[in-house]
């Protein structure tokens, strides 16, 4: 027999979701506030009654005392039942309402009461200050219980005071009133509550779809997840309100753009400067995957409206991927290179067979001397202008590579370099740009050419490409190097437009410049100055390992 399940508890408390969370509160707030209206309106709405009350009994009484026949016929007759004070007092205490119109002479004796059993005593209260002169309003109790009384002085046609009039209003009157008037003000207060319990299921529902009708717990649980997921992903993220202002940087995108939380309420011009970045974050560059880059990093930027007129950018680092984009451009050229020198090598072979066949031994030992006298004259012409090995390597393989492609690539007989660069890698970078750039700019075209020089002024490195090609127009002549932008179609690892602005962003990091205008002849000629590019003659070349060496890589 299986056990009991163990009976549920009732679980008292506030619901759950956030619905009826504020459903919840908005009733309760209206309903104290219709409370407390309620009970601050009764408050001085019973002294309001006194007042009114005690006013009007003090009306009556000053009415009464101003008739001139009751003050003559005070003085002229006693304090009787059926005397003439007692009538005219009672006529008046019947047609004002009042609890009764009490007349006295000056020793307090009473000329008229509704109890004809009380004419001719004294009354049982101080009746002092009106004999004085004074105005009198009160809430007393006396022979016919608690009542609102005004009390004035009785003055004879000469003005001196022979007596008083005191008028009183029933007491139980003034409560009843308001008594009566509480039904009115709850139901008053009852629509009210209506109405604000209304507005609060109302607003509620608002609230109810805004939130998905989620519980607090589960919108504190999806912010500490937001929280942990925007500072725990390897991908930046940037928030902008609809003013344009950053309102949110997650840790990546502190990293990726190189500022800190006090860009936060700056514009991204104002955070990052003028720039491609910039724009893009701004929206005035749009599109999908934008190349942008900040410092020494290759940014993919992605930029998505939201609802309320802001923005969220998505930032990616693409460095590494540039990195192994450039690699897999260097295996290439490797890999053409070597297949350019396996095509020309066969042609040879090919050749010293047939003299050998012909028995033309002489003729064959010429040829094979001429071969190898070629080949050593090209490497050797390179490296005796250029004595950093790392250029000469790159510049004798780009020699075989345009050998392949039917360009005639020379090293101007002015180029003279030093092996003291304090980055060699920064300018193999540079020169291998600007040469595959020229390369693919004659590719195809007559009498292709394409010239490198490179010479030194002190610890200034110049250097000229110059090229045979189309030229560039003189309105594309700057736009050629932004971020981005590019003529040629990208290649399998990526997108194009990078190569030329990041030699721009190398030479002016340096301090130097990078320009472009027309050559000789026509075709394009790219100067770039490196100023301090040499070290000084007693120093050792330093490689400079934390320079972004090969991220400046080709415009493609």
Partial sequence: ???????????????RRVFSQVLLMQVAIAAGVAVLATGLFLAPLSDQLDDQAMRRALAIARTTAEIPQIAEDL?????????????????????????????????????????????????????????AGHDVMQIDTGTLGRSARGKVPLRDSS???????????????????????????????GGALAVGALAAWLISRRVQRQTRDLAFSDISALLAEREAMLHGIREGVVALDRAGRVRLLNDEAQRLLGIGEESVGRTPDEALGEGRTADVLAGRVTGTDLLTVRGQRVLVANR???????????????????????????????????????????????TLLGLLELEMFDDAVEFVGEVVGDHRVTAEQVTEKVHDPLLAALLVGKATVAAE???????????????????????????????????DAVA???????EV???????????????TGPGIPPEQRELIFTEGWSTKKPPAHGKRGLGLSLVRRLAERQGGSVAVDEADGGGARFTVVLPEALAAPDLEPALSAGTYDTAEEESR
């Fill in 1 to 15: 027999m299986s056990p009991t399940p163990p009976a549920r508890r009732l679980r008292l408390g506030l619901p």
């Fill in 75 to 131: 003085r002229s007759t006693p304090p009787t039942v059926d005397g003439p004070v007692q009538r005219q007092a009672e006529r008046i205490r019947k047609a004002s309402g009042a609890e009764y119109v009490v007349v006295m002479d000056t020793e307090g004796v009473r000329w008229s009461h509704r109890d004809p059993d009380e004419v001719g005593g004294h009354v049982s209260t101080d009746p002092g200050p009106a004999l």
């Fill in 159 to 189: 003005g001196r005071i022979i007596g008083a009039v005191s008028v009183g209003i029933e007491y139980d009157s003034v409560r009843d009133r308001l008594f009566h008037a509480i039904p009115g003000l709850l139901a008053y207060a």
């Fill in 304 to 350: 998505m409206p939201t609802d309320d007129g802001g923005a969220v950018a998505t930032l990616r680092d693409r460095t590494e991927l540039e990195e192994l984009g450039r690699e897999l451009d260097s295996t290439r050229g490797l890999i053409d290179a070597l297949r350019a020198q396996d095509h020309e090598h066969a042609n040879r072979m090919h």
């Fill in 405 to 439: 492609r039917g360009v005639a690539l020379w090293v101007s007989d002015d180029t003279r370099l030093p092996d003291r660069l304090v980055d060699p890698q920064g300018l193999v970078t540079v020169v291998g740009n600007l040469v595959d750039n020229a390369l």
């Fill in 444 to 450: 195809g075209t007559r009498h292709a050419r394409v």
């Fill in 453 to 467: 020089e490179l010479r030194t002024e002190g610890r200034t490195a110049v250097l000229s490409v110059c090229d």
